[in-house]
């Protein structure tokens, strides 16, 4: 079975540029959660959806925004990007059920380069 | 903020057993263990959670301290594959938001 796959790879943006990010989570998957990794540092929370719901939303500026489609894919897009932005942005996905919100599948991630 | 507490870094022998500590002395009573690792430059993996019994898989073991407030991730036979940052995330079960700490760099050395 494939697991979760994101696009771009890599992505190379300048500053006031938007980016839109996705994800395909594991077949069967219903939740689909993102973070952002900048280099040195542990993965940063931003989002959590499930069934096209927003379940959870992390410390990041409203430039940041998400989506989960019918098939449960989803996409994360930034506005105005800063340099600061520059980073890994890792989804997840997880078999929700009862227990089963934390056990969470990662991507390979997407490299985003803000020059 | 995270509410564990790692080591920044551990050294191994190839072969010997890995134990890595966490402490998480403000854990409520819903809220599980998890163990997640990340090796250079690939998301990070799922390995191990629990409540309050020690758990075992086939990746690794955990054991929790009967009053909850620590545990230990155990790696019987270390690999250099096994050469990872190793994060430790206490959670309750009904949310998806895991937060990460620094975590702890484990060294497998031949």
């Known amino acids: 079975d494939a697991g979760v796959t994101q696009s771009p790879t890599h992505l190379i943006k300048t500053r006031g540029q938007h980016v839109t990010l996705r994800c395909s989570p594991i077949?069967?998957?219903?939740?689909v959660s993102w973070y952002q990794q900048v280099l040195g540092q542990g993965p940063q929370f931003i989002f959590q959806?499930?069934?096209?719901?927003?379940?959870g939303r992390g410390n990041f500026p409203d430039r940041f925004s998400a989506r989960q489609f019918p098939n449960y894919s989803s996409e994360l897009n930034v506005n105005a990007l800063l340099l600061g932005d520059s980073a890994l942005y890792l989804c997840?996905?997880?078999?929700?059920?009862?227990?089963?919100?934390?056990?969470?599948?990662f991507g390979p991630g997407t490299r985003l380069t803000v020059l | 903020d995270a509410k564990t507490t790692q080591p920044p870094s551990m050294d191994c022998a190839e072969g010997r057993a890995a134990n890595l500590p966490c402490n998480h002395s403000?854990?409520?009573?819903?809220?599980?263990v998890y163990w997640y690792r990340q090796i250079h430059s690939q998301g990070p993996q799922y390995i191990i959670h629990g409540l309050k019994n020690n758990e075992t898989n086939e990746m690794a073991s955990l054991i929790i301290t009967e009053d909850r407030k620590s545990s230990t991730l155990i790696l019987p036979h270390a690999t250099l594959r096994d050469t990872a940052v190793y994060y430790c995330i206490v959670n309750p079960s009904n949310t998806g938001k895991l937060i990460f700490g620094q975590g702890t760099t484990l060294q497998v050395k031949p």
């Open positions: 403000t854990i409520s009573g819903n809220e599980y």
């Open positions: 959806y499930y069934e096209k719901e927003e379940r």
């Open positions: 077949s069967g998957h219903k939740s």
């Open positions: 997840a996905s997880s078999l929700v059920g009862t227990y089963s919100y934390n056990e969470q599948f």
